[in-house]
């Protein structure tokens, strides 16, 4: 059993996505469906066959009380007659003049017609042997009564009734037939009401409630008095034909009047399966719609899923392989699926990104140390030997000390202190401390340099950005560059300044200087970094750019605007960092 289901377990981890999708597709969908089918099918027929049962067995109530009702009123009318002290003077009446005889009978119509305009009514006869009243609409000689014979047959005695059905030939309607016993209204007097009741009226009373299956009202002996079938059907048994009470799902009702007389329907439950074919076929048209529409909506996703997951797989194979090429995105979307194609380019990005890194991070190392051994030969070209030049100065500054001129002592100790720097400069960064002292030292033999003790010179760091590193030189280059290509150019008026400070989480270094400025056509080659004659001192802007560059990479900023004589201005924005 364990290695069946290891087996199982193993056979669906090799399968492609496309068949696992089907092997769900069948499992979730098809076989639920055809269950669902069925046992609904099963539900919706046991469910129909029992609500139809329970319907009819309410018709046969209904209709039960509905003939019941006739039946009572049919008695009410009797009773009413019966109990008439009016009708019983006039049915007694005995030799008068013929006008009182009219009128008798006349009287006698208009009291009991009255009871006939009930609807279920066809006709309200009294039969009499009183030979002194005359025959009229209601009134009839007891003689035309036993002609039928219907007085021996049923038994018809003093006090007593009897219902049956009688058929007229003529007419070739169907009544069912009350006779009734009324009191005598003297000793030898014998009086018979007869009330016909229309088969048609029962039958109608019936129908109203024949809806799920045909109705039938049966006598004592079940022979069928009337019925009604259902819409859209015929009755399964005709007029006068005797019905089976114990046959089964048989459904009968007795009423209280008259006595025998029964509602009777009978369910069969085949018929509940034409109502369940439309049904059935509905719901296979529903089953159907359903069916089609998973399918679609499950091939429509399938087919995403498989084409996702088949360009990532190639992706995989070429990553394998060494060759790391993005995955094209664009039917991703934002699912899990898109999430991880997002993923995978970023990752191919990243890794094309650093095998870039590497090789411009070695061109550029390698330019970088080139740009350092030229500073280094440029230094010892213009400086010779910064050892001997220092001692050199060191022996003047003693003479001149000696001799008491202390400002040009105090200018060879500046001169003197620049040599020290280049030579305890090992690093190549700085902190904006340590490139400020070579500033001072450069700005203090400056007004002796061009002849210009009255030059206006305006420094201001804040302590916060002097503990800031960056390459050295780099302000120095600036510095040099107002001086020597600005402000030596003017003869009076001479201004510089240089403000340095911190402001929002950047180092931002101005150097202005009210020099002859720069020309537009310097200014554009020096924005886009190209090489400028070394007289205008491009070389060494292009080589503090460069280190400014390899150190910060892109992330600082180097701004220049020059108007001749009025003011130009460097201003550097470089990130912050500490040793």
Request: charged fraction near 30%.
């Amino acid at each position: 059993m364990i290695r069946m289901k290891e087996r199982s377990v193993n056979i669906l981890k090799n399968l492609p996505l496309s068949r696992k999708m089907l092997v769900i597709y069948i499992s979730c969908v098809i076989v639920p469906v055809m269950i669902l089918s069925i046992f609904y099918y099963h539900i919706s027929k046991t469910g129909i066959q029992r609500q139809e049962k329970k319907d009819l067995e309410s018709a046969v109530v209904k209709s039960e009380n509905s003939i019941q009702s006739i039946m009572d009123k049919t008695v009410l009318v009797r009773e009413l007659i019966a109990y008439d002290s009016e009708v019983a003077d006039i049915l007694a009446i005995d030799g008068e003049s013929e006008k009182s005889l009219i009128k008798a009978s006349n009287s006698l119509d208009s009291k009991a017609l009255p009871y006939k305009t009930n609807d279920f009514l066809e006709s309200l006869r009294i039969y009499t042997k009183n030979p002194y009243l005359y025959s009229s609409t209601v009134h009839r000689r007891m003689s035309e009564l036993e002609k039928t014979g219907w007085i021996e047959k049923y038994g018809l005695k003093s006090g007593s009734y009897c219902v049956f059905l009688n058929r007229d030939d003529e007419t070739e309607r169907t009544n069912l037939i009350m006779l009734s016993m009324l009191r005598k209204t003297r000793a030898s007097d014998t009086n018979i009401l007869r009330l016909d009741l229309p088969t048609a009226v029962l039958s109608r009373e019936l129908e109203t409630n024949a809806i799920k299956g045909s109705i039938y009202l049966v006598d004592e002996n079940n022979r069928i008095i009337a019925l009604a079938a259902p819409e859209n059907g015929s009755a399964e048994h005709s007029e006068g034909e005797t019905l089976r009470l114990d046959e089964p799902d048989t459904i009968y009702r007795e009423l209280d009047f008259p006595r025998g007389y029964k509602v009777v329907s009978r369910y069969f439950p085949n018929r509940s399966e034409y109502v369940l074919e439309a049904q059935t076929m509905q719901f296979i048209l529903v089953v159907l719609f359903i069916l089609l529409l998973s399918t679609v909506i499950i091939y429509l996703i399938t087919k995403s899923l498989t084409n996702k997951m088949n360009k990532l797989t190639a992706c995989t194979v070429k990553i394998q392989r060494g060759i790391f090429e993005p995955v094209d995105e664009s039917d991703a979307g934002e699912d899990e699926i898109g999430v991880l194609f997002h993923g995978v380019n970023d990752a191919v990005c990243k890794i094309n990104s650093l095998i870039n890194e590497v090789y411009a991070e070695r061109i550029k190392n390698a330019e970088a140390e080139k740009a350092r051994y030229q500073m280094e030969l440029s230094a010892l070209q213009a400086r010779v030997d910064p050892h001997f030049m220092f001692n050199v100065f060191e022996v003047m500054r003693m003479k001149v000390v000696k001799r008491g001129d202390k400002e040009l002592a105090a200018v060879i100790k500046e001169i003197s202190k620049i040599f020290r720097m280049l030579i305890s400069w090992n690093s190549d960064t700085v902190t904006l401390d340590e490139e400020m002292k070579f500033v001072d030292a450069f700005l203090k033999i400056q007004p002796y340099s061009i002849d210009d003790e009255e030059m206006d010179i305006s420094v201001s760091v804040s302590d916060d950005a002097r503990r800031c590193l960056l390459p050295k030189m780099s302000v120095q280059v600036f510095v040099e560059n107002a001086f020597l290509h600005g402000l030596e150019n003017i003869s009076d008026n001479r201004c510089f300044s240089l403000d340095a400070h911190i402001k929002d989480e950047k180092l931002v270094i101005t150097v202005c200087d009210n020099g002859c400025g720069i020309d537009e056509e310097t200014l554009a080659k020096i924005r886009n970094g190209e090489p400028l004659e070394s007289k205008k001192g491009g070389m060494g802007i292009k080589n503090v750019l460069s280190r400014l560059k390899y150190y910060f990479e892109d992330d600082y900023t180097f701004r220049i605007t020059s108007v001749p004589y009025t003011e130009t201005k460097i201003k550097l924005i470089l990130p912050i960092k500490y040793e």
